[in-house]
């Protein structure tokens, strides 16, 4: 359905998540991921993050024909004016969750498609409203699922989403990872 | 991490959106189907529909014991104060997704829990938000995709819910067939 214009697509992505959503929008793409810095300046805020973090894991693509366009993006959750990021261990898993936990926090995913003669970043907020988690459910949480490796040590198409959230505003595939509807309008017209 | 207190847990559902949404809330159960005359009193409304199909297709157990809970439900579109069920066929599926188109509807889910000598029924509304879909985007999603065993004609966890949906206001596992947060909660008091 999306009319390409030949183009290739490269998704600069490990995570699974963002792939199989990709695959949803019925295009065809390869997956290929260079190891990126993920430092940022610490003045940026909110959306100016995943911003620059996804141009920079695009920076690593230096060697672009006019005929592929790489597709990078970055997550982050924001609560209480600070970012958070993935937890390095369980302790400070078990720390955000109880940060999370019945509060809203936005999450913020930007978008960066890139050619070689061409740049678009975008990015869009969703707000997540979180119940009040009994320190059992997060525990369970914690045990048996894979936190680690998640912006805020949750997933939202996992167990604690499905029993801790209240409501969401907004995109709940921008959560997940990838603002869909947003990567059709924006390839469509790239 | 749910006490079900022993208690068996039957899905009387063939959906495998609904099978594999409640395999979510880590609890063990086993799925039996009966069939269940659809027809439902004109005169009903919103979540009222739902709700009595949920308790119908509950009434085909009559040989319950005290240590089983039957979970059954139903989910309908209301839109223009009308109500939107599955389409009968292709003509019927595009007409329902060009009513959809650059409208909000509401999707009502309404789930029944009964066991031999209890019965609770309840329901949740979400609000969806579709872009005004061109036709190409609904004979291209017509074309590859399956609407015909679905309220309103669309998946929200296919390609046209990726590319249509606006926004949500509520839940997004209410519209794919089951209010997993609130069933989680009810099932923790039953």
Known sequence: MLDLKGKK???ASASPRR???LKGLDIDFTIEVRPTDEH???KLQ???IPEFLAKQKAAQFTDLDDNTIIITSD?????NDHVMNKPENFAEAKQ????ISGQMHEVFTAVC???KGKQRVFSVVSKVYFKTLEEGEIDYYLANYKPLDKAGSYGIQEWIGY???EKIDGSYFNVMGLPLKELYEELSVF
């Open 113 to 115: 498609l890139t050619t």
């Open 9 to 11: 697509i490269i998704l």
């Open 19 to 21: 792939q199989n959503l």
């Open 96 to 99: 955000m969750l109880q940060t």
């Open 163 to 165: 029993i801790g959230i």
């Open 75 to 79: 997550t982050i959750v924001w609560i």
């Open 40 to 42: 940022f300046p610490e």
């Open 46 to 48: 909110r959306e100016a």
